[in-house]
């Protein structure tokens, strides 16, 4: 099967969830705690990418969801068993629940029918959350996984989804990662192996309002 054919197939809007990862404010947003990754995810156009995807979205009636990583101030439920975690807990910005750092970042817009799932512990978007109850009961089949950061959350969130039984797609152009050339080996010799990999347009011409795919 050709590998637009095997995409089309594999995005029927009805089954299909798109899952936007850490595309918060504290993140990618001006005043990131983390600057070279809110670069990388600006001028590279992942962005304004994921915006696309979402926009595109909306529009063919495929569910969207915001997985967002934040803490209490308190600190209360972090998880601190990681050099990454100890690290974070120092930044100068830091994701605090209810504060600007954990709101979606523009240019993407959020609907009201978006869900946003909020994690205060670990390292992955799905595993812990509650994420894959609700894929299940959306009646997701293919997870469309968008967002930074390709040297963590991303590709925690393309393992757990293909271990819990979700076709996993990334949309190469809408994932960032530092350093910038470490995002493509990541995609060539880790998520490809596990995941249909391909491009925002592509995935864009796929959603198509009212499209349903016909089996067999």
Do not use: W
């Amino acid at each position: 099967m050709a590998k637009k054919e095997l995409l089309a197939e594999q995005l029927d809007p009805a089954t299909t969830v798109l899952m936007t990862v850490e595309c918060q404010q504290g993140v990618v947003g001006a005043d990131s705690a983390l600057p070279e990754l809110a670069k990388q995810a600006r001028e590279s156009g992942v962005l304004h990418n994921v915006a696309r995807l979402v926009a595109g979205a909306h529009r063919a009636g495929v569910q969207v969801l915001h997985a967002v990583a934040e803490r209490r101030p308190d600190g209360r439920g972090a998880s601190r068993n990681a050099r990454l975690f100890r690290a974070a807990e120092r930044l100068p910005v830091q994701q605090y629940s209810g504060s600007r750092a954990v709101r979606i970042a523009e240019p993407i817009e959020v609907a009201d029918e978006d869900i946003v799932v909020r994690r205060l512990h670990g390292l992955s978007p799905v595993s812990g959350t509650d994420v894959d109850p609700l894929l299940r009961n959306l009646g997701c089949r293919t997870l469309i996984v968008t967002g930074v950061s390709a040297n963590v959350a991303i590709p925690n969130a393309v393992f757990d989804a293909v271990n819990l039984g979700y076709t996993a797609v990334v949309a190469a152009d809408a994932i960032a990662g530092v350093p910038a050339d470490y995002t493509p080996a990541m995609i060539r010799h880790t998520l490809a192996l596990v995941a249909t990999v391909t491009t925002t347009d592509d995935i864009l011409g796929c959603l198509t309002p009212g499209r349903r795919v016909t089996r067999a």
